[in-house]
């Protein structure tokens, strides 16, 4: 298929789209799991319960947050390499491959249990990840310690 062909072109589209639509997705419920961490440690902290069984839900959560934008980070490599398809090649290939191809190029590429162990390590000390959960913590442990 040519570059111009106006149905790879609109499979590129649509796969660009769908992908888009779900990193949005997640985008939303990241934030919601923030939201969730500052309402039970604000409730925690409204009724005296800060305990340590607070710091693991905060830590609990702060992981979940983690994994939650690894899962992110893996639609947002396909949009970029979709992006970058689209203006260099017309739409019609990408490494030598199609669209909807998302899944497959993630089994090809998925990495051993260390690995995804230290990507979430990775997305986890990202500060638009880390915020508000440092904060949280450093409050429960300073409340803890006192």
């Known amino acids: 298929m040519e570059s111009s062909d106006p149905v790879q ?3 590129l589209a649509i796969e660009w789209s769908l992908l888009q639509n779900q990193f949005d997705s997640y985008e939303k419920f990241s934030l919601l799991i923030k939201l969730l961490s500052i309402g039970i440690f604000s409730t925690a902290y409204l009724l005296n319960k800060l305990e340590f069984f607070m710091l693991l839900i905060l830590l609990t959560l702060w992981l979940q947050d983690a994994i939650w934008k690894t899962f992110q980070a893996r639609i947002e490599t396909r949009i970029l390499q ?3 398809c689209a203006s260099t090649h017309g739409g019609a ?8 191809q ?5 089994l090809k590429n998925r990495p051993s249990a260390a690995g995804l162990i230290a990507e979430y390590a990775r997305q986890a000390i990202k500060p638009t990840v880390a915020f508000p959960h440092v904060l949280l913590l450093l409050s429960l442990v300073f409340r803890l310690s006192f």
């Open 9 to 11: 072109t609109s499979d």
């Open 82 to 84: 979709l992006e970058a």
């Open 93 to 100: 290939q990408l490494s030598g491959s199609t669209v909807y």
């Open 102 to 106: 998302f899944n497959s190029q993630y």
